[in-house]
Nanobody, 127 residues
Framework: QVQLVESGGGLVQAGGSLRLSCAAS????????MGWFRQAPGKEREFVAA????????YYADSVNGRFTISRDSAKNTLNLQMNSLKPEDTAVYYC????????????????????WGQGTQVTVSS
């Protein structure tokens, strides 16, 4: 089992940047595929980005591709999400997640592929 705690959320103006972090504890961090999801008020939770166990492969939702960068630091057991050129539509609660097994590439963006979740951190982008 792994425990996940997000940090780094806040209020930022459109065009600004934020860096989210997720601290993982418990079992070996490098065993897990890691992902970021977000949920805006009244909407379903949606995929943002994911990274393979090795960190060599990354995947992004079309809506954030080119603006967000996911990374992991296995020495520090930390997952990061650098968010640039933020837009009001990026406003949501952002969740860190971990998967013990993903399978085919198309599973990286699926909610049910992930076994563990953090409590979330609020990101608000003002226009």
């Amino acid at each position: 089992q792994v425990q996940l705690v997000e940090s780094g959320g806040g209020l930022v103006q459109a065009g600004g940047s934020l860096r989210l972090s997720c601290a993982a504890s418990g079992r070996t961090f490098s065993n897990y595929v890691m992902g970021w999801f977000r949920q805006a008020p009244g909407k379903e939770r949606e995929f943002v980005a994911a990274i393979s166990q090795s960190g060599l492969s990354t995947y992004y939702a079309d809506s954030v591709n080119g603006r967000f960068t996911i990374s992991r630091d296995s020495a520090k057991n930390t997952l990061n999400l650098q968010m640039n050129s933020l837009k009001p539509e990026d406003t949501a609660v952002y969740y860190c997640s971990a998967a013990t097994y993903i399978g085919p590439v198309q599973n990286y963006g699926r909610l049910r592929s992930y076994d563990y979740w953090g409590q979330g951190t609020q990101v608000t982008v003002s226009s």
